[in-house]
């Protein structure tokens, strides 16, 4: 893969994830199926990947490591389903924007978990999410069914930050063979809660959540995975700060769900944080690709 073909590849990646808030409107199914549908296809769709596309060997699992995916998939699915409820109640661009506030809750959390000295610069990351966030809000009455799902977005972007930490701590499982332990972990978990409505879902919502776990989940992730063999970690951030950009703009189209611009504001705020967290990470943190929105 080239750098032409892998920033290419990064930018699918990452209108693939863009659009997971799109499929997740346009799926006529409750938040819990919709996660289980999307944690079975991307479990086929990432071993199909590791069967022929991948060449890095997986690794022995000790309990410890079991340990970290289990916890990683229970905050995975818990993540997709305050996510997905916040679609269902509140749109598209709310939900992603306020999932988008995960780089504050991440910065927070690193320093209190790892004790490690919050920066300067990483504050000014909390403020500007912060000042997004508020504008973001269209009203501050918990009765409202927007400031409701934006709620449930940002409960989604807290446990994607601790899903991130706790994939940092399991850094070393190589990522394709992480991301499909955490998916069998959430397709397990949901099973019992989706089983009684599984025979209800129409054949074009299972079109909907198959490309949701194939092209949003799998191949996203490994599009990001294999790109990252060749561009820098901090390239790959600044590209999948475009994540929310696609998701609004294709939620635009389809559903007639206009930004306003006091909502455009906190968005670009949001989105600037997303950047600027991607170029301040680490070195140590260079291959350790995202967790699936």
């Not at 879902?201 to 194939?214: F, N, Q, S």
Request: glycine letters at 8%.
């Amino acid at each position: 893969m080239t750098p032409r073909t892998a920033l290419g590849a990064l930018h699918i990646g990452a209108l693939m994830f863009g659009l997971t808030g799109v499929f997740g409107k346009l799926a006529a199914a409750s938040p819990s199926i919709i996660v289980f549908g999307r944690a079975a296809f991307a479990v086929l769709a990432l071993m199909l990947f590791a069967r022929f596309a991948s060449s890095t060997p997986w690794q022995k699992l000790y309990s410890a490591d079991l340990r970290r995916l289990l916890l990683s998939g229970l905050l995975l699915a818990g993540h997709w389903v305050s996510f997905f409820i916040a679609v269902k109640v509140a749109g598209v661009a709310i939900a992603t924007l306020g999932f988008a506030t995960f780089p504050a809750f991440t910065v927070i959390l690193e320093g209190l978990i790892f004790r490690e000295r919050i920066r300067a610069n990483e504050m000014v990351l909390v403020v500007l999410v912060s000042v997004g966030l508020v504008l973001v809000t269209p009203d501050f009455d918990l009765a409202s069914q927007a400031t409701s799902g934006l709620v449930w977005a940002v409960v989604s972007g807290l446990l994607f930050s601790l899903l991130s930490l706790n994939n940092r701590a399991s850094a070393s499982i190589p990522p394709v063979q992480a991301a499909l332990c955490q998916n069998v972990v959430v397709a397990v978990c949901l099973l019992p809660v989706a089983a009684p409505g599984l025979g209800e879902v129409r054949a074009l919502d299972w079109l909907w959540i198959g490309l949701l776990g194939v092209f949003c989940t799998g191949l996203a992730h490994s599009l990001f995975v294999a790109s990252l063999k060749v561009l820098k970690a901090r390239t790959a951030a600044v590209v999948f700060a475009m994540e929310p950009v696609y998701g609004i703009t294709v939620a635009w189209l389809l559903f007639s769900e206009t930004p306003t611009l006091r909502m455009l504001l906190g968005g670009a705020l949001i989105i600037a944080a997303i950047v600027v967290s991607g170029l301040m990470s680490r070195p140590a943190k260079a291959k350790q690709p995202p967790a699936m929105a």
